[in-house]
């Protein structure tokens, strides 16, 4: 599963990207810390998975989480906020799930995992495995 991580906080980012290392299954394609930079990500990579911080500098979340959608629409987003009113806000926009950023590493692995099991989000694995068949036909 290819996953975007986007926060403006150097230490969430770090946070995210050590506990997703941890699995075989997910590979971070990249970083950004506002709105500007997320959507250039998106138009180059098209990931699997957006890992949206729900107050990204550059824009309210509902409208990056829509132009998201317009560039990748295949894509899940997990919206991510210290506010846990933001909840509410995430999900009625569309994001496929919400972890508050107090929540332990467990929860927003669980939720990755939940996503990719109903989303169009495959394992990187199986993406390497289906590229080496591609090449090798």
């Given at each position: 599963m290819?996953?975007l991580?986007?926060d403006?906080?150097?230490?969430?980012?770090?946070?995210?990207r050590?506990?997703?290392?941890?699995d075989?299954?997910?590979?971070?394609?990249g970083e950004?810390v506002d709105?500007?930079?997320?959507?250039?990500?998106?138009?180059?990579?098209c990931?699997?998975m957006?890992?949206?911080d729900?107050?990204?500098p550059?824009?309210d979340?509902?409208e990056?989480?829509s132009?998201?959608?317009?560039s990748c629409s295949?894509?899940?987003i997990?919206?991510?906020?210290?506010?846990?009113?933001?909840?509410?806000?995430?999900?009625?926009?569309g994001a496929d799930?919400?972890?508050?950023k107090?929540?332990?590493?467990?929860?927003?692995?669980e939720?990755v995992?939940?996503?990719?099991?109903?989303?169009?989000?495959?394992?990187?694995?199986?993406l390497?495995s289906e590229?080496?068949q591609?090449a090798?036909t």
């Amino acid at each position: 599963m290819h996953v975007l991580l986007a926060d403006d906080q150097a230490k969430v980012r770090s946070a995210m990207r050590l506990l997703f290392e941890q699995d075989p299954d997910i590979e971070v394609m990249g970083e950004a810390v506002d709105a500007t930079g997320l959507l250039d990500w998106v138009k180059v990579v098209c990931p699997d998975m957006v890992l949206l911080d729900w107050e990204l500098p550059g824009g309210d979340g509902e409208e990056i989480l829509s132009a998201i959608r317009d560039s990748c629409s295949r894509v899940s987003i997990v919206a991510l906020s210290g506010r846990h009113e933001a909840r509410r806000a995430a999900l009625d926009a569309g994001a496929d799930a919400f972890v508050s950023k107090g929540d332990p590493p467990e929860r927003l692995m669980e939720a990755v995992k939940a996503c990719a099991c109903n989303g169009s989000a495959r394992p990187a694995a199986a993406l390497r495995s289906e590229r080496g068949q591609e090449a090798a036909t």
